[in-house]
């Protein structure tokens, strides 16, 4: 079993027609959930940004994208059901022995990102599709051992190792990170709090079993 982050760049995104015209509509375009899947496309539950000036019915004008209902207007964005049919999220979703993870998707600040996680060869397939599609410009791939990964599920609850995963990989701990909790949070579609209350006992368990190691 493999997990792979797969990172394009903005320079990469503006390359590709359909991705890049979302950026010219949309700060921020997040896949929160999938709704539902059929031979047409998937349904996405999203949160998106708009650029001053733009209305979400443009998307509509995308050959791959239609906005289905909206279902609430804040200050945070527009809370939406997006059809999607695009050959990217298609082959993520329709491969079998594969599973796309909410929350992805793209923004005019870090370009996107996807994190799917299924057996090996269905990755293989999956990734040689997209050098053909649009090709990542960067992959990390993790080796997943069972459901088993060092011992940690022992230590740390399944949403508590999501959240740490996520702060690591979105480059948290790293001297000088610019990103916030709340930035981290909005990223997975939970709140601040309850993203910070997992993280901070995440964090706890991890020193403790640290300390107990050491002594």
Known sequence: ???????????????????????EICQRYEVLAHLGVSP????????????????????????????????????????????????????AIELSNLHLQPPYGLDAKNGMEMRVTGLTGAMRRFLALLRVVLPPDKVS???????????????????????????????????????????LADHMGISRSTFGGHLQDAERAVMNKAASDLS
């Open 40 to 91: 047409v496309g998937i349904v996405q539950l999203v949160e998106i940004n708009l650029h001053e000036g733009r209305d979400i019915y443009e998307l509509d004008e995308l050959n791959s994208f239609q906005v289905m209902e909206i279902h609430e207007k804040s200050d945070d964005g527009i809370l939406a059901s997006v059809l999607c049919s695009h050959s990217l999220a298609k082959s």
């Open 141 to 183: 791939v993790i080796t997943m051992r069972g459901e088993m990964v060092n011992g940690w599920d022992k230590i740390l609850t399944t949403r508590q190792q999501e959240v740490l995963s996520f702060a690591v990989e979105r480059g948290y701990y790293e001297e000088g990170a610019s990103i916030t909790i709340k930035e």
């Open 1 to 23: 079993m493999r997990k792979v982050v797969l990172r394009w760049n903005l320079t990469t995104i503006h390359g590709a027609k359909e991705l890049s015209r979302i950026l």
